[in-house]
């Protein structure tokens, strides 16, 4: 199978103006029920093109976990943004991930030239970004930042199961899922809900 060339055009396009290290960031756990959500901030090498990276929803636990090794092995720098359900119940979720964004760059070991970022603008960050729609899609670099950030998260939410195994993070790693929609009725909520979301801001007291 040949690289995906196309979801280099945007890394190109820099490249071709002297940008030397481009930064993906991205994040996961946005439209969680429970749990932090996180964000990666992932600088590769130029024009390494992984064969097979793409958005790590359309990737399974297999690949994601095969590509997650290659990419921090080959990643120049590396930073991750991890923030917890009670900021997010403080600040809300947007906030919350602008937050994450800005830990994961400020986590690099070094500046990046230009920032590619999925869907959103990261305020107060003093480096040329681009927000690109479906980023996590059409680019390379975010596509990478994507992987990281959903396999760093899942691992948080796997650690979690282990604490409140009746609510099976480990499956559905906090989303609205039927089953964990029936575990809320069952079980009420435990710590790592966020209270401030729907329907679990309609539920009962915490456990």
Known sequence: MNPKKDLYLHENSLISTGVNYICGVDEVGRGS?????????????????????????KLTSAKREYFYKIISKSALNMGIGIIEE??????????????????????????????????????EINIPQKPIIHGDQLSHTIACASIIAKVTRDKIMDNYHQEFSKYGFNKHKGYGTKTHLQAIKDFGICRIHRQTFAPISNLLPLN
């Open 33 to 57: 029920l429970a749990g932090p959500v996180v964000a990666a901030a992932v600088v590769m090498p130029k024009n390494l093109i992984i064969d097979g990276v793409d958005d790590s929803k």
């Open 86 to 123: 009670k900021v997010i119940d403080y600040l809300n979720i947007l906030k919350a991930t602008y937050l994450a964004m800005q830990k994961a760059l400020s986590n690099l070991t070094f500046q990046p030239d230009y920032i590619l970022v999925d869907a959103l603008k990261i305020p």
